[in-house]
Antibody, heavy 122, light 107 residues
Framework: QVQLVQSGAEVKKPGASVKVSCKASGYTFTGYYMHWVRQAPGQGLEWMGWINPNSGGTNYAQKFQGWVTMTRDTSISTAYMELSRLRSDDTAVYYC???????????????WGQGTLVTVSS | DIQMTQSPSSLSASVGDRVTITCRASQSISSYLNWYQQKPGKAPKLLIYAASSLQSGVPSRFSGSGSGTDFTLTISSLQPEDFATYYCQQSYSTPPTFGPGTKVDIK
């Protein structure tokens, strides 16, 4: 069965960086884009971007360009999201989610990781 | 960016009730609309994609309809496990954007 297992909670100081991992299993890792979505406490969902695990190509939301980096290691079926220059308002749960494109061209996020809480505090 | 709105922002309902949640896009998105359910402390779960297609394993009491700018999610008979927050999301253009959510709680 498809599983996305994320790394554990992190506590960081303002200005630091954080790198969250997302290990995929149960499907061909290079066959599906991996998206990252975050959710601040008590707030809604915010899309950050995606990585194509096959090519390494990325597409970041404009808000995050210049301070998010998405990478992957195909040898261990793992995607990574690194956010730099952290601020207190980056405190959120960060999710990875598999992007599925069906034959009609529709795409959706069909499997999600369990989430990683990143707390930014001095 | 395409803006998504949802109404109501919250509702109280009883087990067995029929519940309808509305989602509206700021421009036409054809049928590129997905619905997710999120329970406290859990990741979102895909319910409906392409406006009306039921994700595998999702109970048939959930249904979606609409196209263009106006969409609805209907729960035909609310069950105890359905108390959660529901989000719509457009996948018509990048960035994909989510609605603010509708919280369904127990009356």
């Amino acid at each position: 069965q498809v599983q996305l297992v994320q790394s554990g909670a992190e506590v960081k100081k303002p200005g630091a960086s954080v790198k969250v991992s997302c290990k995929a299993s149960g499907y061909t890792f290079t066959g599906y884009y991996m998206h990252w979505v975050r959710q601040a406490p008590g707030q809604g969902l915010e899309w950050m971007g995606w990585i194509n695990p096959n090519s390494g190509g990325t597409n970041y939301a404009q808000k995050f360009q210049g301070w998010v980096t998405m990478t992957r290691d195909t040898s261990i079926s793992t995607a990574y999201m690194e956010l730099s220059r952290l601020r207190s308002d980056d405190t959120a749960v960060y999710y990875c989610a598999r992007g599925e494109n069906d034959s009609s061209g529709y795409y959706y996020l069909d499997y999600w990781g369990q989430g990683t809480l990143v707390t930014v505090s001095s | 960016d395409i803006q998504m709105t949802q109404s109501p922002s919250s509702l109280s309902a009883s087990v067995g009730d029929r519940v309808t949640i509305t989602c509206r896009a700021s421009q036409s998105i054809s049928s590129y609309l997905n619905w997710y359910q999120q329970k406290p402390g859990k990741a979102p779960k895909l319910l409906i994609y392409a406006a009306s297609s039921l994700q595998s394993g999702v109970p048939s009491r959930f249904s979606g309809s609409g196209s263009g700018t106006d969409f609805t999610l209907t729960i035909s008979s609310l069950q105890p496990e359905d108390f959660a927050t529901y989000y719509c999301q457009q996948s018509y253009s990048t960035p994909p954007t989510f609605g603010p959510g509708t919280k369904v709680d127990i009356k």
